[in-house]
């Protein structure tokens, strides 16, 4: 699987060559801020006093947006393992995808995992996505 924080695709490979994509390629939410934050913030009263002010976020929305991401990433892969659709799995992913997904793994599916790579293949067509996995995997070795 090669992914980032908002696509993903899932291929088969034998060697260098790609024999099969398992599906079609995943895209996750990649909204701008004011699409995220459409909604104004909260507002809370200060504790003393008659002071009012807007709730930051708990939590960035780009960065919740590309956790949720990897989640369903997660789940495609625990479905695909389920069918029997692969034997071991190679991630190839930013650094902040790869550790969303190792927390989004289930055990049985980190099992499989044979190699993980910090890059971003994404953008890299099938004819040659093929021979780049082979070599970062004989490269790992």
């Given at each position: 699987?090669?992914?980032?924080?908002?696509r993903?695709?899932?291929?088969?490979?034998?060697?260098?060559?790609?024999?099969?994509?398992?599906?079609?390629q995943?895209?996750?939410?990649?909204?701008?801020?004011?699409?995220?934050?459409?909604?104004?913030?909260?507002?809370?009263?200060?504790?003393?006093?008659?002071?009012?002010?807007?709730?930051?976020?708990?939590?960035?929305?780009?960065?919740?947006?590309k956790?949720?991401?990897a989640?369903?990433?997660?789940?495609?892969?625990?479905?695909?393992?389920?069918?029997?659709?692969?034997?071991?799995?190679?991630?190839?992913?930013?650094?902040?995808?790869?550790?969303?997904?190792?927390?989004?793994?289930?055990?049985?599916?980190?099992?499989?995992?044979?190699?993980?790579?910090?890059?971003?293949?994404?953008?890299?067509?099938?004819?040659?996505?093929?021979?780049?996995?082979?070599?970062?995997?004989?490269?790992?070795?």
């Amino acid at each position: 699987m090669v992914a980032d924080g908002a696509r993903a695709r899932i291929v088969a490979r034998d060697g260098d060559k790609i024999v099969a994509p398992m599906g079609e390629q995943f895209i996750g939410a990649n909204l701008k801020s004011r699409e995220i934050n459409s909604d104004r913030p909260g507002r809370t009263k200060d504790r003393v006093g008659t002071g009012h002010h807007a709730m930051d976020p708990p939590t960035d929305p780009h960065r919740k947006l590309k956790a949720d991401f990897a989640r369903d990433l997660a789940a495609i892969l625990e479905h695909e393992l389920a069918l029997h659709h692969y034997d071991e799995l190679m991630l190839v992913a930013v650094p902040q995808t790869l550790g969303d997904l190792r927390s989004a793994l289930s055990e049985t599916v980190r099992k499989k995992v044979v190699a993980e790579v910090n890059k971003d293949l994404t953008q890299v067509p099938d004819h040659e996505l093929g021979a780049r996995l082979a070599a970062l995997e004989s490269a790992g070795k």
